[in-house]
């Protein structure tokens, strides 16, 4: 499975601070549960990573 190819399935994403300084995203899909902890500096280059494929995306829209 590549990052184009479609899938039909639901999952619900949380994204917060752990009381251990860490930032979680956590994913839930049918009964799996994955918790990822990043450090607030992979965070932020997580979130600079999601901006920038935002703004292709936003881009190819055009």
């Known amino acids: 499975m590549g990052i184009n190819s479609e899938r039909d ?5 949380q994204i917060g601070p752990t009381d251990q300084g860490m930032v979680r995203i956590f994913i839930e899909s049918k009964g799996v549960e994955i918790p990822m902890d990043f450090d607030p500096d ?9 901006r920038a494929a935002a703004k292709a995306a936003t881009a ?3």
């Open 42 to 50: 992979e965070a932020n280059e997580i979130a600079d990573e999601i």
């Open 9 to 13: 399935i639901e999952a619900n994403m």
């Open 60 to 62: 190819m829209r055009r």
